[in-house]
């Protein structure tokens, strides 16, 4: 079986916020509790990802920070 066929080899619980840096590449997040997830992206750009259901692995990569500004959603774990 191929590793890029895993969903994810480890997470962390992250606290949003419009300035702290994610220090490795994600794979996506989860969230315990459904809502809104901004994300930022190296390039600067942002993206309000909406109602993100709690629970499930949100595929999402290229992002370096989770926003606190836009993110309704809690219990953020970023998937690696």
């Known amino acids: 079986m191929s590793k890029e066929n895993i969903g994810a080899l480890g997470g962390d619980d992250w606290t949003p916020s419009d300035t702290a840096l994610i220090g490795r590449p994600t794979r996506g997040f989860q ?5 809104d997830v901004e994300l930022g992206y190296a390039d600067g750009s942002t993206q309000v990802w909406p109602a993100c259901a709690a629970g499930v692995l949100h595929a999402h990569t290229g992002f370096i920070r989770v926003l606190a500004n836009g993110t309704t ?8």
């Open 73 to 80: 959603a809690t219990g953020i774990v970023l998937a690696y």
């Open 31 to 35: 969230v315990a509790v459904e809502g």
